[in-house]
Nanobody, 115 residues
Protein backbone atom coordinates (compact mmCIF):
# COMPACT_ATOMS: atom_id res chain seq x y z
CA UNK A 1 0.00 0.00 0.00
CA UNK A 2 1.42 3.35 -1.09
CA UNK A 3 1.63 5.97 1.59
CA UNK A 4 3.01 9.52 1.57
CA UNK A 5 3.28 11.32 4.90
CA UNK A 6 4.17 14.99 5.07
CA UNK A 7 5.50 16.74 8.16
CA UNK A 8 7.30 19.89 9.18
CA UNK A 9 4.62 22.49 8.66
CA UNK A 10 3.78 25.16 11.19
CA UNK A 11 3.45 28.84 11.94
CA UNK A 12 6.38 31.10 11.10
CA UNK A 13 6.94 34.82 10.77
CA UNK A 14 7.63 36.39 7.41
CA UNK A 15 11.29 35.99 6.52
CA UNK A 16 11.57 32.76 8.46
CA UNK A 17 12.28 29.22 7.32
CA UNK A 18 10.70 25.80 7.46
CA UNK A 19 11.75 22.41 6.15
CA UNK A 20 9.03 20.02 5.04
CA UNK A 21 9.50 16.27 4.75
CA UNK A 22 7.54 13.67 2.86
CA UNK A 23 8.19 10.04 3.73
CA UNK A 24 7.12 7.43 1.19
CA UNK A 25 6.35 3.80 1.76
CA UNK A 26 4.97 0.96 -0.33
CA UNK A 27 6.78 2.09 -3.45
CA UNK A 28 10.23 1.96 -5.04
CA UNK A 29 10.97 5.57 -4.15
CA UNK A 30 14.23 5.90 -6.08
CA UNK A 31 12.41 5.41 -9.40
CA UNK A 32 9.87 8.18 -8.84
CA UNK A 33 9.89 11.82 -9.83
CA UNK A 34 8.58 13.60 -6.74
CA UNK A 35 6.62 16.83 -6.54
CA UNK A 36 5.56 19.36 -3.95
CA UNK A 37 2.26 21.18 -4.48
CA UNK A 38 0.44 23.75 -2.37
CA UNK A 39 -3.12 24.88 -2.03
CA UNK A 40 -4.17 28.13 -0.44
CA UNK A 41 -7.75 28.60 0.83
CA UNK A 42 -10.15 29.07 -2.06
CA UNK A 43 -7.46 28.51 -4.68
CA UNK A 44 -6.39 25.67 -6.92
CA UNK A 45 -3.58 23.31 -6.05
CA UNK A 46 -0.38 24.53 -7.71
CA UNK A 47 2.92 22.81 -8.44
CA UNK A 48 5.75 24.27 -6.37
CA UNK A 49 8.79 22.08 -7.09
CA UNK A 50 9.82 18.84 -8.77
CA UNK A 51 12.84 16.57 -8.44
CA UNK A 52 13.54 13.79 -10.91
CA UNK A 53 15.20 10.47 -10.26
CA UNK A 54 18.42 12.07 -11.52
CA UNK A 55 18.19 14.93 -9.07
CA UNK A 56 17.15 17.52 -11.63
CA UNK A 57 14.99 20.19 -10.01
CA UNK A 58 12.45 22.69 -11.26
CA UNK A 59 10.54 25.40 -9.39
CA UNK A 60 7.56 27.65 -9.77
CA UNK A 61 8.62 31.21 -10.49
CA UNK A 62 7.09 32.38 -7.22
CA UNK A 63 9.51 30.28 -5.13
CA UNK A 64 12.70 30.29 -7.21
CA UNK A 65 15.71 31.28 -5.15
CA UNK A 66 13.83 30.74 -1.88
CA UNK A 67 12.79 27.07 -1.87
CA UNK A 68 14.97 24.00 -2.42
CA UNK A 69 13.69 20.50 -3.12
CA UNK A 70 15.90 17.53 -2.33
CA UNK A 71 15.61 13.80 -1.83
CA UNK A 72 17.19 11.03 0.19
CA UNK A 73 16.55 7.74 -1.55
CA UNK A 74 17.97 5.75 1.36
CA UNK A 75 15.24 7.22 3.57
CA UNK A 76 12.56 7.29 0.85
CA UNK A 77 12.02 10.93 1.72
CA UNK A 78 11.70 14.14 -0.26
CA UNK A 79 12.26 17.52 1.39
CA UNK A 80 11.30 21.11 0.74
CA UNK A 81 13.51 23.71 2.39
CA UNK A 82 11.63 27.00 2.44
CA UNK A 83 13.52 30.20 3.20
CA UNK A 84 12.54 33.87 3.17
CA UNK A 85 8.93 32.88 3.64
CA UNK A 86 6.20 35.33 2.71
CA UNK A 87 2.56 35.55 3.83
CA UNK A 88 1.55 34.48 0.31
CA UNK A 89 3.33 31.15 0.90
CA UNK A 90 0.59 30.27 3.39
CA UNK A 91 -1.06 27.06 2.17
CA UNK A 92 -1.40 23.35 2.72
CA UNK A 93 1.62 21.66 1.16
CA UNK A 94 1.33 18.24 -0.43
CA UNK A 95 3.83 15.83 -1.91
CA UNK A 96 2.89 13.56 -4.78
CA UNK A 97 4.05 11.34 -7.55
CA UNK A 98 2.46 9.72 -10.57
CA UNK A 99 3.07 6.24 -11.91
CA UNK A 100 1.27 3.78 -14.14
CA UNK A 101 -1.68 6.09 -14.62
CA UNK A 102 -2.19 6.61 -10.90
CA UNK A 103 -1.45 9.71 -8.85
CA UNK A 104 -0.60 9.46 -5.18
CA UNK A 105 -0.96 12.27 -2.63
CA UNK A 106 -0.08 12.75 0.98
CA UNK A 107 -2.51 14.24 3.48
CA UNK A 108 -0.77 17.61 3.45
CA UNK A 109 0.90 19.81 6.04
CA UNK A 110 -0.21 23.34 6.88
CA UNK A 111 2.24 26.21 6.51
CA UNK A 112 1.16 29.58 7.87
CA UNK A 113 3.33 32.66 7.43
CA UNK A 114 2.42 35.67 9.52
CA UNK A 115 3.25 39.21 8.47
Amino acid sequence: QVQLVESGGGLVQAGGSLKLSCAASGTFFATKTMNWYRQAPGKQRDLVATITIYGTTTYADSVKGRFTISRDNAKSTVYLQMNSLKPEDTAVYFCNYATGGSIYWGQGTQVTVSS
